[in-house]
């Protein structure tokens, strides 16, 4: 084996919605999925229990390094005064939405860009080291309640051609935290109507529910497979219903892996492909800042020339339009 394989093994993790899904979900799914919903807050009435309760939380969690976003439970962001949120119409909405993009993606390339950087004390960023992709994911529904995803870099799911010793996978996936097969998993509430690139949004606020096993995030280091407890906040169109941002952190540290803190930001655009007939929302660009083991790090990347195959497979689009 060679030896930056080796450092990979022992210090990477799978932080993988793709290794989760086609793990948990071809493990976790090997059950009968649990369709009861979770609990549903509606619009902006988190009870001032609930706010006390999430800031002593918050005030147990190491601070984010200098550098990173604010934790999503540091502050809500503003929403439109006197504009009530229907909670499980927005749910049911974006979950089509999502069921929808997973029955089309049969199969779609991209160019991916990675730059991998380390931050100091100071939150500075150190040169970075960069690295660009064939980057291809299919997601299939192998029979009801469970998908299959499958994600590989230049032909090949091998960790060896990582830019450094730190792997992301999975990115591609993550809108599926509102897929039904998922949601009830999570601890929904609508803070309200917010905006996004001057665009109306519902945001809404999930964490991981206690009494149900993460299913949707792990990680994976030196053969120790870590299941991932989240939390975020997501901003879903007010009149299509896709969601166009999404923000997560750990609801809780992994002390056995000295994961202290992990911030990722995925986000979206539309991307048409006229010769199918259909309009997937897929990441444009995704970051992901995390403290382990005493250091601090960014991770970006970024997605263009899209390709959908199986039916589309001429079908190329240079860039996302704007919503």
């Given at each position: 084996m060679r030896k930056n394989r080796s450092m990979i093994e022992k210090l990477v993790f799978f932080g993988s919605l793709a290794a989760a899904?086609?793990?948990?979900?071809?493990?976790?799914?090997?059950?009968?999925?649990?369709?009861?919903?979770?609990?549903?807050?509606?619009?902006g009435a988190?009870?001032?229990?609930?706010?006390?309760?999430?800031?002593?939380?918050?005030?147990?969690?190491?601070?984010?390094?200098?550098?990173?976003?604010?934790d999503v439970d540091a502050a809500v962001p503003p929403v439109k005064p006197g504009v009530s949120c229907a909670l499980p119409e927005v749910l049911q909405a974006a979950g089509e939405r999502v069921r929808e993009f997973a029955a089309n993606m049969d199969r779609f390339t991209a160019t991916e860009r990675i730059e991998h950087s380390e931050l100091d004390k100071h939150g500075n960023s150190r040169p970075p080291a960069r690295r660009s992709y064939q980057y291809l994911v299919s997601i299939s529904e192998v029979r009801p309640g469970m998908l299959n995803v499958e994600e590989t870099r230049n032909g090949s799911a091998s960790l060896d051609d990582f830019p450094t010793r730190l792997a992301t996978r999975g990115l591609s996936a993550f809108a599926l935290v509102f897929h039904p097969y998922f949601a009830g998993d999570f601890e929904m509430a609508c803070e309200g109507l917010g905006e996004w690139r001057?665009?109306?949004?519902?945001?809404?606020?999930?964490?991981?529910?206690?009494?149900?096993?993460?299913r949707i995030r792990e990680y994976r280091v030196g053969g120790r497979v870590m299941p991932v407890e989240l939390k975020g906040r997501a901003w879903?169109?007010?009149?299509?219903?896709?969601?166009?941002?999404?923000?997560?952190?750990?609801?809780?540290?992994?002390?056995?892996?000295?994961?202290?803190?992990?911030?990722?930001?995925?986000?979206?655009?539309?991307?048409?492909?006229?010769?199918?007939?259909?309009?997937?929302?897929?990441?444009?660009?995704?970051?992901?800042?995390?403290?382990?083991?005493?250091?601090?790090?960014?991770?970006?990347?970024s997605f263009s020339n899209f390709l959908l195959f199986s039916v589309d497979t001429g079908q190329q689009i240079q860039a996302p339009r704007q919503p």
């Amino acid at each position: 084996m060679r030896k930056n394989r080796s450092m990979i093994e022992k210090l990477v993790f799978f932080g993988s919605l793709a290794a989760a899904l086609a793990c948990a979900l071809a493990a976790g799914a090997r059950q009968a999925p649990d369709r009861r919903p979770g609990p549903a807050v509606n619009a902006g009435a988190r009870s001032r229990k609930s706010v006390a309760e999430t800031s002593a939380r918050n005030s147990l969690r190491p601070a984010v390094r200098p550098g990173a976003p604010a934790d999503v439970d540091a502050a809500v962001p503003p929403v439109k005064p006197g504009v009530s949120c229907a909670l499980p119409e927005v749910l049911q909405a974006a979950g089509e939405r999502v069921r929808e993009f997973a029955a089309n993606m049969d199969r779609f390339t991209a160019t991916e860009r990675i730059e991998h950087s380390e931050l100091d004390k100071h939150g500075n960023s150190r040169p970075p080291a960069r690295r660009s992709y064939q980057y291809l994911v299919s997601i299939s529904e192998v029979r009801p309640g469970m998908l299959n995803v499958e994600e590989t870099r230049n032909g090949s799911a091998s960790l060896d051609d990582f830019p450094t010793r730190l792997a992301t996978r999975g990115l591609s996936a993550f809108a599926l935290v509102f897929h039904p097969y998922f949601a009830g998993d999570f601890e929904m509430a609508c803070e309200g109507l917010g905006e996004w690139r001057g665009q109306p949004a519902w945001q809404v606020h999930f964490r991981q529910r206690p009494d149900r096993p993460p299913r949707i995030r792990e990680y994976r280091v030196g053969g120790r497979v870590m299941p991932v407890e989240l939390k975020g906040r997501a901003w879903i169109a007010d009149k299509t219903f896709q969601v166009l941002r999404l923000e997560t952190d750990l609801a809780k540290p992994i002390p056995a892996i000295r994961l202290e803190n992990e911030h990722l930001t995925i986000e979206y655009r539309p991307v048409p492909f006229p010769k199918r007939n259909v309009e997937l929302w897929l990441p444009e660009s995704a970051d992901l800042y995390m403290d382990f083991r005493g250091h601090s790090y960014h991770h970006r990347h970024s997605f263009s020339n899209f390709l959908l195959f199986s039916v589309d497979t001429g079908q190329q689009i240079q860039a996302p339009r704007q919503p």
